[in-house]
């Protein structure tokens, strides 16, 4: 199993720059096998690739998501192409289709037919990454326009079909288009224990493909921190899965909600998200229980991460993301390379 861990996220741009950056070197000497750039509705995901391509040497960068209705698919492929040229070759091209509030609301889209459009896009990242000229007839994007002065293109870089896309979806039909389609998963909501939540469909898709889970890089993990004192650990982690139940969507569209519902805590996920949209917001961070945010984590002593590493592992995750904890670089480092040493040991 290898190790990832990510960068940014929803108020990442108060974060020291040079910290992170710090940290992503470090953590390449480490041997950690990838690093994953957030894009939500603050630090746009490649800016961030495109300084750490020029710092550090194995590392692999994705984008831990591209938004989809962000951007035309061609200026994807451009930027992925320019991206695996600048790192070396690196890159790995994360796509999402992110949810009605952040689509409507921050881009001015319509948050319809969310699998089609991917579907689509990845499509047309293919015949792009392939070196084809880019003519593409379906439902949502169709290139050239047929009454228009323009004409199918071939992008005026080197092909690199070998680009890795990765897809973040959560939803029984996403999942699906996952295991078709794509070349790994970046797992959220995601609980060892009901993992076939999410691999069930993958692997229907998989099926379909003619191909097995054991096809795809499986990614998913949470918050790493050691610590005898683990109802303080639990404590800090409660607010984090308040925010994905409650905030992480509209009241009709919470794909992690949803995601925590299938795996058996339908009850939970309800009450906290009602409180969190009421404003009742410390309440909402009190209703989540610790097994929840221990099942969602590896906290405590290192007995107990060492458990939830092969939890992970026998449930069929093979790249295993971490969070580490701390307050600096170095803190953060420590835990990284304390965990990695457990991860190895876990095999």
């Known amino acids: ?88 070759n690196r890159f790995l091209l994360g796509l999402g289709a992110s949810g009605p509030q952040v689509v409507e609301g921050l881009h ?58 990765y897809l973040a979806t959560l939803r029984p039909r996403m999942l699906e288009l996952t295991g078709e389609l794509a070349d790994g998963w970046l797992g959220t909501s995601f609980i060892p224990e009901h993992a076939e939540v999410f691999f069930d469909d993958i692997g229907a898709g998989a099926l379909r493909a003619g191909r097995s889970l054991a096809d795809l890089d499986l990614q998913a993990g949470g918050t790493v921190a050691f610590s005898d004192d683990v109802d303080s650990l639990v404590d800090s982690r409660r607010q984090g899965l308040a925010f994905s139940l409650g905030a992480m969507g509209s009241a009709e569209h919470n794909f992690y909600n949803a995601a925590y519902q299938r795996a058996g805590w339908t009850d939970v996920a309800t009450e906290v998200q009602r409180l969190w949209l009421d404003g009742k917001r410390q309440e909402a961070v009190a209703r989540v229980p610790d097994e929840m945010v221990l099942q969602t984590n590896l906290l405590g002593t290192e007995d107990m991460v060492r458990d939830r590493i092969r939890a992970y592992r026998d449930a069929g995750i093979t790249t295993l993301r971490l969070a580490p904890a701390g307050r600096t670089p170095t803190e953060r480092i420590d835990t990284l390379g304390r965990a990695i040493d457990l991860v190895n040991e876990v095999g």
């Open 108 to 165: 001015g889209a319509r948050f319809a037919h969310p699998l089609g459009r991917m579907r689509e896009t990845i499509d047309i990242l293919r015949l792009a990454f392939r070196g084809e000229p880019i003519a593409y007839s379906g439902r949502h994007f169709e290139l050239p326009l047929p009454d228009g002065e323009g004409k199918a293109l071939r992008l005026s870089v080197a092909p690199n079909p070998s680009i890795p896309i």
């Open 1 to 88: 199993m290898r190790v990832a861990i990510g960068l940014g996220g929803v108020g990442a741009a108060r974060e020291d720059w040079e910290q992170s950056v710090a940290f992503v070197r470090e953590a390449d000497k480490l041997g950690v096998f990838s690093c994953w750039s957030a894009e939500a509705w603050g630090t746009d995901a490649v800016t961030p690739l495109a300084y750490l391509a020029a710092v550090t040497d194995q590392i692999r960068l994705g984008t831990g998501i591209i938004q989809i209705s962000a951007r035309a698919p061609s200026m994807t492929a451009m930027t992925a192409l320019t991206m695996a040229s600048v790192s070396g």
